[in-house]
């Protein structure tokens, strides 16, 4: 008998009768004699719906603790469905909101950070035979009020409460039935991996794989939660995502990423000074705005050229956000390109094989594509491409490293 | 300058559009001068879509506890997006939810009633300027569980929310512009009244009269809270509920009232000995159901014949319910009718007139309209008649009682 933390996205309870299909879901397992607790994310589409009805009554200058209250309302409506499922196959259950349960976070709304989580109820109810249905994306603060954990926080909520727990598996149930070498949509010869490792997988999910939320990864590796990304829809045993092992098989490249939404600007003509990088990306920071990339080029006239990658969606707020800062820098222009994609090849083998880098700008050179930023890692090269070649790419890479299902 | 409760319902709210014009409203109110404070409504069939999808998922036996959670969402929203709407022309506003603020209830999902209001962060926020926004409906039990009001809720969210704050008025805002003789969509010749009393709204709105719930004008009466139902969407008066006075001239009949989804039950062949009605009425009130009319027949024979009435909506679950009690009680029959409706006189000039009953009777009579049952108090007259008439019988008793437009 085991602890099994589940937690079922949007598409996974996208109606009535997808909720009556988890809730039989959750039954096998109980009926398997393993305690449940159990994650929901709102209904699939009701996120952006709500979010875009608070964008449109606000003109785009909405106050972040009232879209927190507005968009915790969706996890609100699919604990409470749930629950009703399980009870009417007979199966005990209570929903939870965040603040009832006490899933305590900072209070960066809109981007909080969990830091603790009271599992006195839960325990209770789950030594009853109970399945808590605990709010996903939601937390509380300090003083009561409502805020969330931004997009995909529910991953983040599901391992955070598998580790409060000490569950024996966190499994995050889902409309794909694993992780794969890169997106099928995009790479038809794409294979399922059966093990992932943690470190992988969160270059993978930060790099635009859609399967899992960057936070939820890291989350899950600290604390050494087993995660497995499951189908909510077909057996199997999905992907497992493990801490390395020395005896792992580890192969030079396990996958090919790629993010679609992002945005470049370059901030020109800058004096060459030190913390120059700090005055330009200080207020992109306090302004919540994540950076990915950051590249600093030297010029021989004693200015540089900064540059940077937000999301797609942070590109025309950050560029605002910059004007002033130019000002005050004195730096020469603000350009920016917000038609670029990510393009990155990962995988623990990296680590002792040379040889890999230029091995991958050969691919691209060859298939014409230009490359305009390059970032690396121990476990990873991401380059930025112009979005039109986002595809060919990934495919040219896929095929490069020898990825392709036989 | 005085302090205002206002409460928007759901087609106040219904849209986005909408929303922005009642912040319009209330920076109105604010610019005159006046301390506002603010109860919503979920958004126009939300709720309606919640308790759907609710009872779809559960086969009709819906846990009450979590259906408050389900349907307490749609407040949720809307006071977010009236809080947006507001900051975005210019006016300080904050949402709260029941639990937030302390709006303490009993334990009775679905049917919750409340004990008591913290104000303290209410008065803070009116201090500043700002404009509490409420999450109407909803409330929170001792152990810190969503609880709901019932239906039409929200404007007891209201009305109780002026008590505690000590407000000088409790505006309820709707789309229609006052309290009518009759319902206008019934008859056409129905005319607003400026004002009307508190017993007869509490007898008008217990009877069908759609614009506000018996709850609220019961509470508002009880704690002299001076209430008015006005037009979100037109200026005007509206109509002001007040408490009865010695020199107010009362008009008979102030208005005819109706309810249409009603049903009644007939228990028949009931030995005629004491304690009967109880054991009869005491499952079905244990369940939640409210009984509305009662009359008992006693026959020749030692029998009697129980009839009462419920609303529509618990006719048969209190079929189901009487089963077993009727075996107990060895009652010869259960039977019942749900295409009834009731149809009311109101007026508190009734009190010092005698005949009005014979006239009401009369009237009905000339109209061949059969009469079921007859309850009566110091000021109403209400009849039972099969719902094919309902129309018929209000318009021939408005004027009757010469309450037609000139």
């Given at each position: 008998m085991s602890l099994i933390v589940q937690k079922y996205g949007g598409t996974s309870v996208g109606d009535v009768e997808r909720i009556q299909g988890v809730a039989r879901r959750i039954l096998g397992?109980?009926?398997?004699?393993?305690?449940?607790?159990?994650?929901?994310?709102?209904?699939?589409?009701?996120t952006n719906r709500l979010v875009s009805m608070g964008e449109t009554i606000s003109d785009g200058q909405a106050d972040p603790r009232e879209m927190d209250v507005l968009t915790a309302s969706g996890e609100q409506?699919?604990?409470?469905?749930?629950?009703?499922?399980?009870?009417?196959?007979?199966?005990?259950?209570?929903?939870?909101l965040a603040d009832?349960?006490?899933?305590?976070?900072?209070?960066?709304?809109?981007?909080?950070?969990?830091?603790?989580?009271?599992?006195?109820?839960?325990?209770?109810?789950?030594?009853?035979?109970?399945?808590?249905?605990?709010?996903?994306?939601?937390?509380v603060n300090d003083i009561g009020e409502i805020t969330t954990l931004g997009r995909g926080g529910s991953d983040t909520s599901a391992v955070a409460l598998a580790a409060a727990l000490n569950a024996d598996e966190c499994e995050i149930c889902t409309d794909v039935d694993g992780v794969y070498t890169a997106d099928p949509r995009v790479v038809e010869a794409a294979r399922r991996l059966s093990v992932v490792t943690f470190e992988e997988m969160l270059e993978l999910a930060s790099l635009g794989s859609k399967v899992l939320h960057p936070r939820s990864v890291e989350y899950a590796g600290r604390y050494g939660v087993p995660l497995r990304v499951v189908s909510t829809f077909e057996e199997g045993e999905g992907t497992l995502i493990t801490i390395e092992s020395e005896d792992m098989e580890q192969?030079?490249?396990?996958?090919?990423?790629h993010a679609r939404d992002e945005a470049k600007i370059t901030v020109s003509g800058v004096p060459d000074i030190p913390g120059i990088a700090s005055k330009i990306l200080g207020p992109v920071g306090r302004a919540n705005v994540e950076v990915d990339m950051i590249v600093q080029n030297t010029g021989a006239d004693g200015l540089t050229d900064f540059t940077f990658t937000v999301t797609r969606g942070d590109y025309d707020r950050t560029i605002r956000l910059l004007r002033d800062v130019a000002t005050e820098i004195?730096?020469?222009?603000?350009s920016g390109d917000n038609e670029i994609a990510k393009v990155s090849?990962?995988?623990?083998?990296?680590r002792s094989h040379a040889?890999?880098?230029?091995?991958?700008?050969?691919?691209?050179?060859?298939?014409?594509?230009?490359?305009?930023?390059?970032?690396?890692?121990?476990?990873?090269?991401?380059v930025v491409v112009a979005e039109k070649y986002l595809e060919l790419a990934v495919r040219a890479l896929h095929s490069e490293f020898d990825l392709d299902e036989e």
């Open positions: 397992y109980r009926k398997a004699g393993h305690d449940v607790a159990v994650v929901v994310s709102a209904m699939s589409g009701e409506v699919t604990i409470a469905l749930l629950s009703l499922a399980l009870k009417a196959q007979g199966q005990r259950a209570k929903s939870y009832q349960i006490g899933i305590h976070t900072d209070s960066a709304h809109g981007r909080a950070r969990i830091r603790h989580i009271d599992t006195d109820k839960l325990r209770s109810d789950l030594e009853m035979g109970t399945v808590p249905v605990v709010a996903g994306f939601q937390g192969p030079l490249v396990s996958g090919i990423a004195s730096a020469r222009e603000i090849i990962v995988g623990v083998g990296m040889g890999v880098a230029t091995r991958m700008f050969d691919c691209l050179a060859s298939e014409n594509i230009n490359i305009q930023m390059i970032s690396t890692s121990e476990i990873k090269i991401s």
